[in-house]
């Protein structure tokens, strides 16, 4: 019995890991849309300007 409850131990601190992970993933992709739009509206003002 012990090493089954170690196992689920290790499987919710998987788990957790995982919604970690998937927030950190989902953080670094609103962060890079952000960057894109900036970028976007800088050239598009550029073009404007010429």
Same mark, same amino acid.
């Given at each position: ?11 919710k601190?998987?788990k957790d890991?995982?919604?970690?992970v998937? $927030? &950190? *993933? +989902? /953080?670094i #992709?609103? $962060? &890079? *849309? +952000? /960057?894109i #739009?900036?970028?976007i509206k800088?050239?598009? #003002?550029k073009?404007?300007k010429?």
């Amino acid at each position: 019995m012990e090493w089954y409850n170690d196992d689920d131990r290790w499987l919710k601190v998987k788990k957790d890991d995982f919604s970690l992970v998937s $927030i &950190i *993933k +989902n /953080i670094i #992709k609103n $962060i &890079i *849309k +952000n /960057i894109i #739009k900036k970028l976007i509206k800088k050239l598009i #003002k550029k073009l404007i300007k010429t």
